[in-house]
């Protein structure tokens, strides 16, 4: 083993490595002042707009932290708990999950810690941890399947930035995706066989629903559209589903751009006129249910889809912390420590 001196000057035997679970974030509280310190870090960010910086910041302080705070505060509140953000609750959940079955593998030589790309707790608060913790190694792991610059890249971005403020630097690993990871994959595969079997056969269609990104985006080269078609694709391949039993849209617009098509709206809008009247709804992308899934699918998307003719609609919730979703991760870790352990 590495001998290191930590900040105690104490000599230890033991390099011990940490791992940080990393996700979007969410906003303190479902209020429009929390939301906009929210909204102002998360839209500042020039991998999600990629607009120069001067046009975008008149745009956002001008217009849009002007009003959509209030918006987005009414839509968090739909989906607040009385312990919070859903979103920050399952991903600590899942965390100390992970944490559990490291440590019956590895002892204390991992130390696992959860980070927001936006608001808190942050990449930052878990480093000066680490600093402390005197760890010599440490991987990351952002918690989005499919890779893309706006999540998986600004997510390195956020750990670049804090460890430039540290003399000492730990080894660095990076997981860039694990969309077609065959654990990951099953997971997938048994939440929705468990939920066709609990409704007692399979809808009339199965809709693989990803978060959007601007067309432009995909054009320049991200790997993002690629990979969510191949994580859908795996998934029926293995449950053996027909062509005209699944579909792929895309889900979360904003602004005026032209997002990846076909919209997830649009699509639910125009099933029941095309004989599709039961529907389940997946969302591969999100590793736990947030406002995205609990809010603009489980209720916006459903009411467009049965006021338009439909007459069944399934959620199907992410995979959030069953017990073969933490598998998948503690496995993937595991691939990802090699020669470290």
């Not at 990951?184 to 066709?196: D, G, R």
């Not at 995909?218 to 969510?228: I, M, R, T, V």
């Not at 959620?315 to 933490?326: E, F, G, M, Q, S």
Request: charged residues 20%.
């Amino acid at each position: 083993m590495t001998m290191y001196i930590n900040r105690d000057k104490q000599i230890s035997t033991q390099a011990k490595i940490g791992i940080v679970l990393m996700n979007l974030g969410s906003p303190d509280a479902p209020t429009p002042s929390a939301l906009r310190r929210y909204l102002a870090e998360f839209l500042w960010d020039p991998r999600l707009i990629e607009l120069p910086r001067f046009k975008w910041w008149l745009i956002l302080h001008g217009i849009i932290l002007r009003f959509r705070p209030k918006r987005s505060a009414a839509a968090y509140a739909e989906v607040w708990t009385e312990h919070g953000s859903p979103l920050i609750n399952i991903a600590r959940a899942q965390t100390e999950l992970v944490a559990q079955r490291c440590q019956q593998v590895y002892g204390d030589a991992l130390v696992v810690r959860l980070a927001m790309r936006y608001g808190s707790p942050n990449f930052m608060q878990a480093m000066r941890e680490f600093n402390q913790l005197g760890i010599e190694k440490l991987l990351v792991v952002p918690l989005y399947p499919q890779y893309s610059a706006t999540t998986q890249g600004s997510a390195f971005d956020a750990v670049f930035d804090a460890l430039k403020q540290f003399r000492v630097v730990p080894e660095l690993r990076l997981l860039r995706q694990y969309h077609l990871h065959p654990l990951y994959i099953q997971a997938l595969c048994n939440s929705i066989e468990e939920h066709f079997k609990q409704q007692g056969a399979k809808p009339d269609r199965l809709l693989f629903s990803f978060h959007g990104i601007p067309q432009s985006y995909d054009k320049n080269g991200d790997l993002y559209q690629a990979h969510c078609y191949q994580t859908a694709e795996a998934v029926a391949w293995q449950m053996g589903l027909a062509k005209n039993e699944y579909f792929v849209s895309f889900q979360s617009r904003f602004g005026k751009e032209p997002f990846l098509t076909p919209y997830t709206d649009e699509t639910l809008k125009s099933w029941p006129d095309q004989a599709v009247k039961k529907v389940a709804v997946i969302c591969p992308g999100f590793s736990a249910d947030c406002l995205e899934t609990l809010e603009e699918i489980e209720v916006e998307n459903r009411d467009y889809f049965l006021q338009a003719g439909g007459e069944q609609f399934f959620y199907i919730p992410a995979l959030n912390t069953r017990d073969d979703h933490v598998d998948a991760l503690s496995e993937i870790i595991k691939e990802q420590l090699c020669h470290w352990l």
